[in-house]
Structure formats: C-alpha cells, structure tokens
C-alpha cells in the first residue's frame, strides 16, 4: 500500500518561511510527476506547483518567485520551499504523486498539512 505522508505544516509569521516534506512508503517502482496543491476554508483545492521526473517545475502565479519546489528521487521524497509568506497562502497543503506499483499505475494523495500565515 503506497502512502504519502506530509509535514513541516506550522504558524508562521508574514514574511516568514517554512519547508514542507512529502515523504513516500510502500512498494514503488516509479514516481512520474509530483505536486503540492493547497485548500484554504471555503475555497477550491489548487495546484501550488508541480514537478516532473525530471526535475522540471511549474508554479501558480501566485506563488512564483517565492516558493520552489524540489525532489530527492533516491529518497522518493518531494519539498517545498516557501518564503515570504502571506496571510493568503494559509491553507492545507496536500502532496499528490503519479506512482506505479509495478501491477498499477494512479495518483496518491497526502493527509495534508497545516500552514497558518498570522501575526
């Protein structure tokens, strides 16, 4: 049973940073594209940003030039980098994987995480 498992979740202060961790168990042979998404209360969940095998990144808007995300591919491991928060990016910050088992291939979701932006 795959499972993906977040952390680094806090209260921070405006202009602060956090580093979120998107750790992975169970049998895996492969992990193609790798993401984190976040849902603040009352809104729709949204893609922060996205990573390939590669390496290659893509981020929302909204978070360009503050956020970098990464990945350790011997650890099967996903990061987040986020610095100069804002208020508006508190939020659960879930990790979602493409991961093949070798008999299947899906997506897999995290529990999600707690990031509070507050003074």
């Known amino acids: 049973q795959v499972q993906l498992v977040e952390s680094g979740g806090d209260l921070v202060q405006p202009g602060g940073s956090l580093r979120l961790s998107c750790g992975t168990s169970?049998?895996?042979?492969?992990?193609?594209?790798m993401g984190w998404y976040r849902q603040a209360p009352g809104k729709e969940r949204e893609v922060v940003a996205v990573?390939?095998?590669?390496?290659?990144?893509n981020y929302a808007d909204s978070v360009q030039g503050r956020f970098t995300i990464s990945r350790d591919n011997v650890k099967n491991t996903m990061y987040l980098q986020m610095n100069r928060l804002k208020p508006e990016d508190t939020a659960v910050y879930y990790c979602?994987?493409?991961?093949?088992?070798?008999?299947?291939?899906?997506?897999?979701w995290g529990q999600g995480t707690q990031v509070t932006v507050s003074s």
């Open positions: 169970g049998r895996i042979v492969s992990i193609y594209d």
């Open positions: 990573i390939s095998s590669s390496g290659s990144a």
């Open positions: 979602n994987a493409d991961i093949s088992s070798g008999w299947n291939r899906r997506l897999y």
